[in-house]
T-cell receptor, first 111, second 112 residues
Framework: GENVEQHPSTLSVQEGDSAVIKCTYS??????FPWYKQELGKRPQLIID?????GEKKDQRIAVTLNKTAKHFSLHITETQPEDSAVYFC??????????FGTGTRLTIIP | NAGVTQTPKFRILKIGQSMTLQCTQD?????MYWYRQDPGMGLKLIYY???????DKGEVPNGYNVSRSTTEDFPLRLELAAPSQTSVYFC???????????FGEGSWLTVV
């Protein structure tokens, strides 16, 4: 089955700086790659996703890039703000019923 | 729409007890899922269902059972609770054609 690895497990950045979280996947059939944000004690919520037919997608300060050849994808957050502090999960799906999650990155924004 | 609703939110169980985590969604989603999230860890799939009457195992199904008698409800049953089942449980759902998974608020379970 699919295996998703996520790095780093923790990340601290100064407010205003950029943060990058990287994921690799194993199943070359995977074609859908979402990112979820989970605030402390809350449910995961989708923040951005990308499909395999595009290489990059942006939504305001958040962007995701995908390299299908290398089987990795990344989340980029620019101009970080205190409310960006959370745990971020990447995931991958081969277009079937199941979504496989990475182990998460705890992002801390230092004021 | 209430979305995905889970009950109870918190529960303490003794070793060997059994219980059912309830999950219901009002979005007419075909696909429903149960995940567990151990402290500081990612989400692991326990069971999933692609429609009423159909269920299948995920990565970590041992010690759990599910049923899907209606589109709306997908209860998770814990038999003979063990300390290793201490976790946060999330129910989730999505449409058959869409990819976005919507999560419930989670159920915190402690087995002592």
């Amino acid at each position: 089955g699919e295996n998703v690895e996520q790095h780093p497990s923790t990340l601290s950045v100064q407010e205003g700086d950029s943060a990058v979280i990287k994921c690799t996947y194993s199943d070359s059939a995977s074609n859908y790659f979402p990112w979820y944000k989970q605030e402390l004690g809350k449910r995961p919520q989708l923040i951005i996703d990308i499909r395999s037919n595009v290489g990059e997608k942006k939504d305001q300060r958040i962007a995701v890039t995908l390299n299908k050849t290398a089987k990795h994808f990344s989340l980029h957050i620019t101009e970080t703000q205190p409310e960006d502090s959370a745990v971020y999960f990447c995931a991958a799906s081969a277009g079937n019923e199941k979504l496989t999650f990475g182990t998460g990155t705890r992002l801390t924004i230092i004021p | 729409n209430a979305g995905v609703t889970q009950t109870p939110k918190f529960r303490i169980l003794k070793i060997g007890q059994s219980m059912t985590l309830q999950c219901t969604q009002d979005m007419n989603h075909n696909y429903m899922y149960w995940y567990r999230q151990d402290p500081g860890m990612g989400l692991k799939l326990i069971y999933y269902s692609v429609g009423a009457g159909i269920t299948d195992k995920g990565e970590v199904p041992n010690g759990y059972n599910v049923s899907r008698s209606t589109t709306e409800d997908f209860p998770l049953r814990l038999e003979l609770a063990a300390p290793s089942q201490t976790s946060v449980y999330f129910c989730a759902s999505r449409t058959a054609s869409g990819n976005t998974i919507y999560f419930g608020e989670g159920s915190w379970l402690t087995v002592v």
